[in-house]
């Protein structure tokens, strides 16, 4: 039989022990770790790569930073994302979970029925991925080719409007209540009728969320300005705040830019 590991992650320490309690009834399921916070959450992620994840998404605890931006946060480091599946009693939120692609969501409290049907989900999804693997292996061998990556390209959808913007051209999204506003290197901007939240899901490296309101394309970043709060954009006179909410992800592109070909003075 297969066996599960798990990290709890929830502002609530009652929340956590009833969820556990819950799980180690159990065999297949295996107890990792468990955080109380966005930080501490991430780094036993990276620490025990688990195999589910249970997760809250509306924490009482604010400043503990529990949110769905965690799951894009994973995405961005790992290239295999554990099962995810959302504990929270704010039934209003499904939508948005399952937007995130998350396994499966549970109202609090956690019953065993719930953990029951979660591990005939599991035991059912891996079958279907150990069948799709067995399949690969005996497909006949390709003829050896060079694999060209081609540009990312967004379609803006618009009452039968097409508009095909390539990715490489975007300087920033900016949000715009239910729209967001995409700006381009040759200065001209483009509305799209999604959220800023839904652009943050779908696209990855260079794109980095450095605000509520904003996503910026690191690679047009001229200058960084931690004093200001600021990023500059390149050819252009627009400086796009970053706020402390999403100040690690202006360390990571700080970092990544002092790891390649790089010359401080």
Same mark, same amino acid.
């Not at 159990?26 to 036993?44: I, K, P, Q, V």
């Not at 509306?58 to 503990?64: E, H, M, R, T």
């Not at 769905?68 to 994973?74: P, Q, R």
């Not at 239910?178 to 009728?193: P, R, V, W």
């Given at each position: ?19 556990? *309690? ?40 604010? $400043?503990? &930073? ?8 994973? @995405?961005?480091?790992?290239?295999? +994302? ?6 929270? $009693? ?47 292996? +005996? ?8 694999? +060209? ?21 975007? =300087?920033?999204?900016?949000?715009? &209540?239910?729209? *967001? ?26 794109? +980095? ?12 970043? $001229?200058?960084?300005? &931690?004093?200001?709060?600021? =990023? @500059?954009?390149?050819? $252009? ?11 690690? &992800? ?16």
């Amino acid at each position: 039989m297969k066996k599960y590991s798990y990290i709890i992650i929830d502002d609530d320490g009652e929340s956590i022990l009833k969820t556990k *309690t819950i799980a180690d009834g159990f065999s297949e399921l295996t107890f990792m770790a468990s955080a109380m916070n966005y930080e501490e959450g991430l780094n036993l992620i990276f620490e025990h790569k688990p195999a589910i994840i249970f997760l809250e998404i509306a924490p009482q605890d604010l $400043s503990s &930073n529990l949110s769905l931006s965690f799951i894009s946060e994973l @995405y961005r480091y790992l290239s295999v +994302v554990p099962k995810i599946i959302i504990t929270t $009693s704010k039934k209003e939120l499904a939508f948005d979970a399952i937007q995130y692609g998350v396994f499966d969501f549970v109202l609090k409290p956690i019953q065993q029925i719930d953990l029951l049907k979660i591990m005939l989900k599991l035991d059912k999804t891996t079958l279907t991925e150990l069948k799709n693997e067995i399949a690969s292996l +005996v497909l006949p061998p390709l003829e050896t080719a060079q694999i +060209v990556e081609k540009p990312l390209i967004l379609c803006i959808k618009s009452y039968g409007d097409y508009r095909y913007i390539n990715a490489d051209d975007i =300087c920033y999204f900016q949000a715009d &209540n239910n729209s *967001t506003d995409i700006y381009l290197s040759s200065g001209e901007m483009i509305t799209a009728f999604k959220t800023l939240k839904h652009f943050e899901f779908v696209l990855m490296n260079p794109f +980095v969320r450095i605000h509520n309101s904003y996503i910026i394309n690191k690679n047009y970043i $001229s200058r960084i300005h &931690n004093g200001h709060s600021v =990023c @500059y954009i390149k050819n $252009s006179t627009k400086k796009i705040p970053f706020s402390k909410t999403y100040k690690s &992800n202006v360390d990571s592109i700080i970092s990544d830019f002092s790891a390649g070909n790089y010359l401080e003075l």
